[in-house]
């Protein structure tokens, strides 16, 4: 399958973390990433993991990997109001020969202060 | 560096009318691709190019052709617009790195109205 899936909506307060899911359902998965799209924009990598990985820390930003449950999440420490936005997972699968992405539908944060 | 560009940015278009959107990247990035954007169904791949002259389809091509005759420019084009092709188009590029690991860059979208 080729579905990728995520909550549609989070809301949080500024200075408490945030945790985004992503549930996919291929394991061919080699690599998993998070984009982040503001209101009128383009998306923008945020960051991602290699399928062999568990973990990945890139500042206030931690990447769980569970491949066993093919569930991927991302946490933002101290979540601040700039980091309201709508957060992407996305797969790339090689063994396709589809060089591409496949998107989840989107996890909208809102942040309140 | 401009990154990926788009244009135009905004567009209305008839049932039944033609245009072509434009990306560019000055990246010298060998991928590039074409997602459109609808509310609660997130990115959906339309076409994509792995080269100059190459062109290949994604999910969601009917209604588009494509075209890429300089690696630095990819256009899209609607020959007969349809209302269901409402929708935000973004543009893409990337290299490919080892092993199937894509870092798209996108561009800042095409918001299209077609009536």
């Known amino acids: 399958g080729e579905d990728v899936e995520q909550s549609l909506f989070l809301s949080v307060r500024e200075g408490d973390s945030s945790v985004i899911n992503c549930t996919y359902t291929?394991?061919?998965?080699?690599?998993l990433y998070w984009y982040k799209q503001e209101p009128g924009a383009g998306l923008q990598l945020l960051t991602y993991?290699?399928?062999?990985?568990d973990m990945k820390q890139d500042q206030r930003l931690t990447v769980l990997l569970n491949k066993k449950d093919k569930h991927l999440s991302l946490r933002i420490a101290d979540t601040q109001t700039g980091d309201s936005a709508i957060y992407f997972c996305?797969?790339?699968?090689?063994?396709?020969?589809?060089?591409?992405?496949?998107f989840g539908s989107g996890t909208r944060l809102q942040v309140q202060p | 560096n401009a990154g990926v560009t788009q244009t135009p940015k905004f567009r209305v278009l008839k049932t039944g009318q033609s245009m072509t959107l434009l990306c560019a990247q000055d990246?010298?990035?060998?991928?590039m691709y074409w997602y459109r954007q609808d509310p609660g169904m997130g990115l959906r791949l339309i076409h994509y190019?792995?080269?100059?002259?190459?062109?290949a389809k994604g999910e969601v091509p009917d209604g588009y052709n494509v075209s890429r005759l300089k690696k630095q420019n990819f256009l899209l084009g609607l020959e007969s617009a349809a209302p269901s092709q409402t929708s935000v188009y973004f543009c893409?590029?990337?290299?490919?790195?080892?092993?199937?690991?894509?870092?798209?860059?996108f561009g800042p979208g095409t918001r299209l109205t077609v009536t």
């Open positions: 893409a590029s990337s290299y490919q790195l080892a092993g199937g690991l894509y870092e798209q860059y």
């Open positions: 291929d394991s061919s998965s080699t690599y």
């Open positions: 993991i290699f399928s062999n990985m």
């Open positions: 996305a797969e790339s699968r090689p063994d396709t020969g589809r060089r591409a992405l496949t």
């Open positions: 990246m010298n990035h060998e991928y």
């Open positions: 190019s792995v080269g100059e002259g190459t062109t």
